[in-house]
C-alpha cells in the first residue's frame, strides 16, 4: 500500500497556471507508472499524464503543450505543471500509482479555471 498526497490545486483565471504536487509514502520507482487523472461530475476518469519508470510519456490531446509532468526520486514526488489553463480543465484531480493488478489513489485536489 502506498499513501498518495496531492497538494496545489486552487481558482486560477483562463491562461493561468498551477502546479499540482503528489506527495508518495514510499519510493515512486517501486510503481510501473505515476499519473495524473482528472474527473468531472458524472464523467468518468480521464488520464491526463502518465510517466513511466522506462518508456515515454504520456498525455492527454487536450493537454500536450500545456501540461508538464515531472518526478523527483529524492521526493519521492510526481508533479504536473499546468499552464495557458482552460475553463474545460475544471475537475477533480488525481495522483496514481500503477501497479499491474494494484492501482493506488489519492484523495484528489481541486482545479477550477473561472473567470
Known amino acids: 500500500q502506498v499513501q498518495l498526497v496531492e497538494s496545489g490545486g486552487g481558482l486560477v483565471q483562463p491562461g493561468g497556471s498551477l502546479r499540482l504536487s503528489c506527495a508518495a509514502s514510499?519510493?515512486?520507482?517501486?510503481?510501473?507508472?505515476m499519473g495524473w487523472y482528472r474527473q468531472v461530475l458524472g464523467k468518468q476518469r480521464e488520464l491526463v499524464a502518465q510517466?513511466?519508470?522506462?518508456?515515454?510519456?504520456k498525455y492527454a490531446d487536450s493537454v500536450k503543450g500545456r501540461f508538464t509532468i515531472s518526478r523527483d526520486t529524492a521526493k519521492n514526488t510526481v508533479y504536473l505543471q499546468m499552464n495557458s489553463l482552460k475553463p474545460e480543465d475544471t475537475a477533480v484531480y488525481y495522483c496514481?500509482?500503477?501497479?499491474?493488478?494494484?492501482?493506488?489513489w489519492g484523495q484528489g485536489t481541486q482545479v477550477t479555471v473561472s473567470s
Open positions: 510517466i513511466p519508470i522506462f518508456g515515454n510519456i
Open positions: 514510499r519510493s515512486i520507482i517501486s510503481f510501473n507508472a
Open positions: 496514481n500509482a500503477y501497479l499491474p493488478g494494484a492501482n493506488s
